[in-house]
Nanobody, 117 residues
Framework: QVQLVESGGGLVQPGGSLKLSCAASGFPFSLYTVKWYRQAPGKEREWIASISNVSSIQMYYADSVKGRFTISKDNAKSTLYLQMNNLKPEDTAVYYC?????????WGQGTQVTVST
């Protein structure tokens, strides 16, 4: 019953910004750590950011995006966000949201981000 639906991707120029969304359903969203991953062509899926549950909210970032990306969530809307600033061509990838529930990883369908002139 867990469902994750990403949106907000698109084509942007280097230095531009995008805000991704992930609409979640089928589980108590506020009680779980949720994460963003990305996968570029020819590369393994890479973890980029996490946000912890409502009682002790902490954000964590991969070095590749630290200082440029911001993860956040709206528990009332069961929605995860990723604000991406100062985008670089190497940020081009399919971006996925993720939650681990009961020892199983759940993924959305992904949203394409392309950074190019």
């Amino acid at each position: 019953q867990v469902q994750l639906v990403e949106s907000g991707g698109g084509l942007v120029q280097p230095g531009g910004s995008l805000k991704l969304s992930c609409a979640a359903s089928g589980f108590p969203f506020s009680l779980y750590t949720v994460k963003w991953y990305r996968q570029a062509p020819g590369k393994e899926r890479e973890w980029i950011a996490s946000i912890s549950n409502v009682s002790s909210i902490q954000m964590y970032y991969a070095d590749s995006v630290k200082g440029r990306f911001t993860i956040s969530k709206d528990n009332a809307k069961s929605t995860l966000y990723l604000q991406m600033n100062n985008l670089k061509p190497e940020d081009t990838a399919v971006y996925y949201c993720n939650v681990n529930r009961g020892g199983h990883d759940y993924w959305g369908q992904g949203t394409q981000v392309t950074v190019s002139t």
